[in-house]
């Protein structure tokens, strides 16, 4: 099946304790149904000091479910995702809410 959220898509939360918050998409793990927002679910992990990076409490983000995440359309509302193919063949993201085409 393909991908309905892609790594680049600008994301809103639906649910959870990051609800509404938006962010951009930056890796897509598709075995887990899962994705790594910028700025969203951020937990504090430790980290040990090595010869490159400082040791010490740092925060970073945690992968979401795919099912908690929505692209946000031009409107700026969480929308579905829907495939439409062209006449040339293609096959493009189309946005259920608006119609649009989602560019990727």
């Given at each position: 099946?393909?991908?309905?959220?892609?790594?680049?898509?600008?994301?809103?939360?639906?649910?959870?304790r990051d609800k509404g918050r938006?962010?951009?998409?930056?890796?897509?793990r598709p075995a887990e149904s899962?994705?790594?927002?910028?700025?969203?679910?951020?937990?504090?992990?430790?980290?040990?000091?090595?010869?490159?990076?400082?040791?010490?409490?740092?925060?970073?983000?945690?992968?979401?479910?795919?099912?908690?995440?929505?692209?946000?359309?031009?409107?700026?509302k969480p929308t579905r995702v829907?495939?439409?193919?062209?006449?040339?063949?293609?096959?493009?993201?189309?946005?259920?809410?608006?119609?649009?085409?989602?560019?990727?």
């Open positions: 099946m393909a991908a309905k959220i892609r790594k680049g898509d600008k994301v809103i939360v639906l649910s959870g938006t962010g951009e998409v930056f890796e897509v899962r994705a790594l927002v910028r700025g969203v679910n951020m937990v504090k992990r430790h980290q040990k000091q090595s010869q490159s990076q400082e040791g010490g409490i740092i925060s970073k983000e945690s992968p979401v479910h795919l099912s908690k995440i929505a692209i946000v359309g031009k409107d700026g829907g495939f439409k193919i062209q006449a040339d063949g293609t096959k493009v993201r189309v946005a259920k809410r608006s119609g649009a085409e989602i560019d990727g």
